[in-house]
């Protein structure tokens, strides 16, 4: 019986239609985001905790049954909460809000969506949708107002929005610069609520549409549901009628609670925010505060969060063989990722102690998956690359530092950072700086009946970090097609070419690692590079000339 509800959830979990005892989970498609959620879903059905280690070691359907029926009983879940007159920010919001305290209201946290539309709108419909939407995720319509020092959550009703989506008339050459205006706003986050929606008319039938939500409000899975929620709104007000979708089982008030609930006090030495705190302190003990970048210029007092995009592809081809190697090694395709960027790393020199931030869903409750809200989390991963191992041995290295780093994912990376980096600095980022995510999650569109949407570009990238890597895994018939994304640098330390150069040799190290070979063995230059060290600074011979020093003269 046990392993027929553990199929049901992994196919549930897969979206597979049948899924047999002892299929593998990460052959059938499972990364490390699914596995969150395979837990997740566990927990509900079976009302154990059974943790992601778990799934690591044992990723079948046969071998998870059998761990459930010894695990220990699952935490508090996650339900509606009893409001105390003034709901406190959670830890994530808590750390933007002093970061706009201390810098001044800023762009750097936006979120935005660029999008031309191409068709028959319908521009009430669209209105009502939003105004649908706020009404819906109450994080959207919450500002944080300030008593006696400390911030809180007040969310505001429907009837105090005003017009939630601005309507104006542009010609085509102004619609640049109302973009990068509207995506670059700076949120009074203590007035304000934080979503802005801009509707430029540009011709007939013809429109760009401009929303901006702030990270205290959303982050990137969101993204998903809200502009799913915008479609499933939008279609109805054009059939003339409300939205009939389901209610969302718990708002972000009801999180910020439960989450100070299920982490406990501190000063509990029994509480998972101590236990977790303690762990964080010993794993990251001596680890480097800045990573040695070699930058085009010095790092600025105060850093400007502007950054270089450039493109980033690994072929399929290589694609493909590192998925092949991530099977064979038990680790995900992320992990082999972030040991090849290690390897980049160390060989760029910054030493053999590499530590590299990443990013958590932090939805480890089922009731979160649908809904808006900041519930990223950051990881800080560390990658010890010392004594020329294997890339195949340094995968062994990453995938322990990696499950533990999981299985400790509840404490905030804000409360981290008080923790362990009480020396703050405005020129570079705490506790790491450079920072890598593979998306997992289904890139979000809008759809608005049948109007074409299209992205639009909206100017300069902000960047909190000196190097961010995004990558994304792409199919083919099935089959891996390739890895797409994009590196950002920092402006402060580098320039474009520098960053073009950078992704250039990540993809190097990767077609490299493939075949796993010792790390001494990597090549990061390309031929050209070598050509260039080898022979060309080189050739500095000069021929010889006779005589005594006088007659030289």
Do not use: K
């Not at 566990?42 to 044992?58: K, T």
């Not at 919450?142 to 505001?156: A, I, K, R, S």
């Not at 190097?508 to 010792?518: E, M, T």
């Amino acid at each position: 019986m046990a392993e027929e509800l553990v199929c049901q959830v992994f196919a549930d979990v897969l979206g597979v239609e049948r899924v047999g005892v002892e299929d593998n989970f990460f052959e059938l498609g499972g990364h490390s985001l699914l596995a969150m959620r395979l837990v997740s879903r566990l927990r509900v059905v079976f009302g154990v905790e059974v943790g992601v280690r778990a799934l690591f070691e044992v990723s079948t359907p046969a071998g998870l049954a059998a761990r459930v029926a010894g695990a220990d009983a699952a935490r508090v879940g996650l339900t509606r909460w009893e409001r105390p007159e003034r709901v406190p920010l959670s830890f994530a919001q808590r750390r933007l809000w002093f970061l706009a305290q201390l810098e001044g209201p800023s762009a750097t946290y936006n979120i935005p969506i660029a999008l031309r539309l191409e068709g028959v709108l319908d521009v009430p419909a669209l209105r009502a949708a939003f105004c649908d939407v706020l009404g819906r995720h109450e994080v959207l319509r919450t500002v944080f107002p300030v008593v006696d020092g400390e911030p809180y959550q007040q969310v505001l009703t429907s009837g105090e929005l005003g017009d939630v989506l601005r309507v104006v008339r542009a010609a085509e050459w102004e619609v640049a610069d109302l973009v990068m205006e509207e995506t670059g706003y700076r949120f009074e986050l203590g007035v304000e609520v934080p979503l802005r929606a801009l509707l430029v008319g540009i011709g007939v039938d013809v429109h760009v549409l401009v929303v901006v939500v702030h990270h205290v409000a959303g982050d990137g899975w969101s993204m998903g549901p809200l502009s799913r929620d915008i479609s499933v709104a939008y279609g109805a007000r054009c059939d003339g009628r409300a939205p009939g979708w389901e209610p969302l089982p718990v708002q972000y008030a009801d999180y910020t609670l439960w989450q100070r609930e299920l982490l406990g006090d501190e000063g509990d030495p029994d509480s998972v925010l101590a236990g977790q705190v303690g762990f964080w302190r010993d794993a990251l003990a001596g680890a480097p505060q800045e990573l040695a970048l070699p930058g085009d210029r010095p790092r600025p007092a105060v850093a400007s969060h502007q950054g270089h995009t450039v493109a980033l592809e690994v072929p399929a081809e290589v694609h493909a063989q590192l998925a092949a190697l991530a099977r064979e090694q038990g680790v995900t395709l992320f992990m082999v990722v972030q040991a090849a960027l290690a390897v980049l790393l160390s060989r760029l020199g910054a030493g053999e102690d590499i530590p590299v931030g990443t990013a958590v869903a932090g939805r480890t409750d089922q009731a979160l998956d649908d809904l808006v809200g900041f519930f990223v989390n950051t990881l800080v991963l560390r990658t010890d690359v010392s004594g020329d191992p294997t890339f195949g041995e340094l995968l062994e290295r990453v995938r322990e530092t990696s499950l533990a780093a999981l299985e400790h994912q509840d404490v905030p990376f804000e409360r981290l950072v008080e923790v362990l980096a009480p020396d703050r600095s405005l020129a570079r980022h705490p506790l790491f700086q450079v920072m890598l995510t593979l998306q997992n999650n289904a890139e979000p569109s809008i759809e608005l009946g049948g109007v074409r949407a299209v992205p639009v570009p909206f100017g300069q990238v902000a960047s909190r970090f000196d190097m961010n890597l995004t990558l994304r895994e792409t199919t083919i018939a099935g089959r891996p097609g390739g890895l797409r994304g994009s590196v950002t640098g920092s402006v402060d330390l580098f320039d474009g070419v520098s960053v073009e150069v950078f992704a250039e040799r990540l993809v190097r190290v990767l077609s490299a690692v493939a075949g796993d070979v010792r790390l001494s063995e990597v090549g990061v230059l390309s031929e050209g590079e070598r050509g260039r060290v080898l022979v060309g600074w080189n050739e500095s011979g000069v021929v010889g000339v006779s005589g005594v020093v006088p007659g030289l003269f």
